[in-house]
Structures are given as structure tokens and as C-alpha cells.
């Protein structure tokens, strides 16, 4: 019982010092555009494989000059060597998950092999609570599953927001936790689906290797998150 008051009256302390810092990063952080380059194309020999990335700004490659060194440039040159690759991004930054159920919905029925998702950090930063977002990751996987036929869903986990230079304490902290929480319920919601498989980083986030703003991946944390995508489809798809 003390334990819950303390938690409560700790809540209490906190919350209006974490909603100001929320607004004051939202106000000074470095505003970083959308990676330059193009978002869709072919590349590659030998087995054709049908690749989509969607998500938010770090989908879109904010942190980086162009889409060559972006999640998307990374990731179709990792796989050209074994794939020939028809590949198209949709991504915008500061899309929440509702925002790309959204996006997929009015996009043309077609048939890609695998989706890369990036999605979460817009979610953690709002006031979503995490039972409504996993209802919309939900919502996302059954979508393109239906509009892209599509044989594998590869997700990548929430950042660990804990380590986001850009933010300061206590709303580090706050979204540290809550990004965490995020990752453990997602975690449950795909272990039963054959056809998802969750992207976890699994690295420290070197300040050096962020990008200006301190809130984005820069290029070496770009290729490190290509390599790990790129290695999961190369040793545990086939494709036909």
C-alpha cells in the first residue's frame, strides 16, 4: 500500500516538471529534415525480393544527408549481393502509428516479401496510453498483411529513449521507462505470430553516433540497424 502512494505522490511531483521539459525540447531541439534521395527503386542480382519500409522520421532517414545512408540506402545495399531488390520507402517524420495505418490504407494493393516497420517514438512521446498502441500495431500487422500479401513482418523495437541525448532528466527517464514498457508489451503481442519478428538494435547509443539533434540515429547507428535487418533476412528467409 505505501509503496502505491509513494508511486502515486511520485507521479505527482514529477508530472508537471516532465510536461514543461516536454515542451521546452519540443521547442529548441535542432528541427532535422527528411534524408534527400529517392524512395523506391531497383537494385541488385539474383533472387528478386520485394522490400518495404514504412514508418517515422528515422525511417525517413532524418540524421543523415541522403537515403544512401539512411535505414533504406544501408539496408538495399546489404542485400544486393544475394537479392535483386524492388524496394519503395513510406515514411514521414512525426508519424505515429495511427498516422501510417493511415498512409498503408490508401496505398495500391501489391505483393512485397518483406516490411520493415519503424514506428513507437511519436507514440511514447505523446499520451497514448500503451494498451490503445498495441491495438494499433495490431491493426498496422493485419493491414499489410491484407493490402501486401506480404511473408514476413520485421519490427523494429522502440529505441531505448533512456539514452536520447537531446532530452533532459527527469523526462529521460520518464520516456526511458515508458519506451521499455512499449518494448515488453510489443514483445507479447508478436510471439504468437509466425509471420512478425521484432528488430532490437542491441547497442548503446553513443552520443557521438547520434545525429546533431540528439534525438536522431546518425550514419554509423544507420548501418549498424541495416546490418542486423539485413543478416536476419539473409540467414532465415528463402525466397522463391
Known sequence: MF???????????????????????????????EAAGERSGTAGKGQKLRLLIVGDSAAAGVGVDDQSQALTGNLVSALSDCYQIDWLLLARSGHTTLDSLKMISEQPQQTFDIIVTSLGVNDVTGTLPVSTWLSQQQDLITLLR?????????????????????????????????????????????????????IDINSELNRDDMAEDGFHPGPNIYQHWAEIVAEKIKSQYNYK
Not at 171 to 179: C, D, F, I, V
Open 3 to 33: 509503496k502505491s502512494l509513494n508511486k502515486l505522490f511520485t507521479k505527482a511531483v514529477y508530472a508537471p516538471i516532465i510536461i514543461a521539459q516536454g515542451h521546452y525540447v519540443k521547442k529548441v531541439t535542432l528541427k532535422l529534415p
Open 146 to 198: 491484407k493490402q501486401f500479401s506480404c511473408q514476413q513482418i520485421l519490427i523494429t523495437q522502440v529505441p531505448p529513449m533512456g539514452q536520447f541525448s537531446a532530452l533532459p532528466q527527469p523526462l529521460r527517464r520518464y520516456l526511458g521507462a515508458r519506451s521499455a514498457l512499449f518494448n515488453r508489451k510489443l514483445t507479447t503481442l508478436i510471439e504468437s505470430q509466425d509471420d512478425c519478428q521484432l
